[in-house]
Every structure is written in structure tokens, then in C-alpha cells.
């Protein structure tokens, strides 16, 4: 088993994992009516931050998976990967402003970048799994995204929603850690 093998695989179990982490901190935070700092924000946050950090790690590896038969093919998926790693960094940024009020107050994450961040890295991270499920050799069965698309949908809608969010993420990544066979694309 390559690296690359082993690295996707331990990171479509924590991701979700910090992810549920960090949304049943978040509930508790909110207990008393209000979100905020305290040891159960700050706690969460750090979860958060350290998800979004090995999401782009994750995009990577995801990237290297993706069977490049043509040019279009390698353009589409090196497109996605660098969607996918720019909106992790967006987020990234966010969460280290929420931690730190100092950050936040002397560079904020500009208006347009808090919209396109969170898309690009929704869009990039699916349209590789997409990728994964479509061509051929198929690395993840049609499911796959359409659970993880979900997931993002349930986060939008809700952030309350986070803790079943982790779950249908991990059941959507759960293909990408059975799955002892992973190769990087040539």
C-alpha cells in the first residue's frame, strides 16, 4: 500500500470526525442561547481549523487519485484541486479569525472571498470525487458525492446541523478508507 493509500484513508475518518467534534461543541457552546468564546467555542474551533487544514491535505491526495487518461482531463482535475485548496484557505483563515479577534480585526478575510471560498472548495472537492466516481478506472461508487454533496447542503442549511453533516461525510469518504487498493493515478 502506497503513502498516498494510507494518508486518504486515515484522512476520510478524522476529517469527519473533527467535523463532529467540533459540531457537538459547537451545540453544547450554544446551550445557554449564545455562541462565543469559551472553553467549548475555543476547544471546537480548534477541531474546526485542524478539519479544514487536512481537507486540503485531503483535495491533494484526491487529486493524485483521479486517472488522467488527456490533457482535459488532468486540467479539470489540477482546476478543482486548486478551487479546493484556495476555499480550504479561505476557511482556514476565517476560523483562525474567530479564534483570534486580534486577526480578525486587523485582516479580515475580504467580503467577496467569504462567498467564493466556501463554493470553490465545495466545488473543487466535489468535482473530484465526481471525477473518482466517472472515470474509469472508477475509485468510489456514484453514491460517494452525492453523499458529501449532501453533507455541504445540511451545513448550509443549519450549522446545527454539523454533527449529521460529519456522519453523511464519513459514510460519503468511507469508499476512499475500505478501500486498500488506491493507487495514484499515473
Do not use: K
Not at 122 to 134: E, P
Amino acid at each position: 500500500m502506497t503513502s498516498t493509500a494510507r494518508r486518504t484513508r486515515l484522512l476520510s475518518v478524522l476529517i469527519p470526525f473533527l467535523l463532529l467534534c467540533y459540531g457537538v461543541l459547537r451545540l453544547i457552546d450554544g446551550m445557554d442561547g449564545d455562541h462565543g468564546p469559551g472553553t467549548a467555542w475555543n476547544l471546537g474551533h480548534t477541531f474546526f481549523l485542524a478539519a479544514f487544514l487536512l481537507f486540503g491535505v485531503l483535495v491533494v491526495e484526491l487529486r493524485r487519485l483521479v486517472p488522467v487518461a488527456t490533457a482535459r482531463t488532468r486540467t479539470a482535475a489540477g482546476a478543482a484541486a486548486v478551487a479546493g485548496v484556495f476555499g480550504a484557505g479561505c476557511f482556514v483563515w476565517v476560523i483562525l479569525g474567530d479564534l483570534f479577534s486580534g486577526l480578525a480585526d486587523s485582516a479580515p478575510l475580504p467580503g467577496l472571498l467569504e462567498m467564493a471560498g466556501p463554493l470553490a472548495f465545495q466545488l473543487g472537492m466535489l468535482i473530484l470525487l465526481i471525477m473518482l466516481a466517472a472515470l474509469r478506472p472508477r475509485r468510489l461508487p456514484v453514491w460517494s458525492p452525492v453523499l458529501v454533496f449532501v453533507s455541504f447542503a445540511l451545513i448550509t442549511v443549519d450549522l446545527d446541523l454539523i454533527p449529521l453533516a460529519a456522519v453523511g461525510l464519513l459514510a460519503g469518504l468511507a469508499p476512499l478508507a475500505r478501500d486498500r487498493t488506491l493507487r495514484t493515478a499515473p
